[in-house]
């Protein structure tokens, strides 16, 4: 069956840095468009960063754009996000999904905490 695996989380001070990976199994990783999502507690879970099934295009939302970087490699079956300038505001569980059509995969998410 299909499974995310994210990894990469942890604590981290303001403006640090951190790199997140999700391994992919169970499904043809390369026709799926793969996002990271994110969720603090009481909010509902948002829209992070996509990136097509070939790589060829990248979307972020206005608070990351600029710091936040999403990649995959399709050989590998992983996709990663980089994030940089890391700020309080970013603390949060970060989940990893793959969705075509109407299918869409979640990770069990990593906790990504930022704080001196």
């Known amino acids: 069956q299909a499974q995310l695996v994210e990894s990469g989380g942890g604590l981290v001070q303001p403006g640090g840095s951190l790199r997140l990976s999700c391994a992919a199994s169970?499904?043809?990783?390369?026709?799926?468009?793969m996002s990271w999502y994110r969720q603090t507690a009481g909010k509902e879970r948002e829209l992070v960063a996509s990136i097509t099934s070939a790589g060829g295009s990248t979307n972020y939302v206005s608070p990351v754009k600029g710091r936040f970087t999403i990649s995959r490699d399709n050989a590998k079956n992983m996709v990663y996000l980089q994030m940089n300038s890391l700020k309080p505001e970013d603390t949060a569980v970060y989940y990893c999904t793959a969705n075509r059509a109407s299918v869409r995969y979640w990770g069990q998410g990593t906790q990504v905490t930022v704080s001196s």
């Open positions: 169970g499904f043809t990783f390369s026709r799926y468009a």
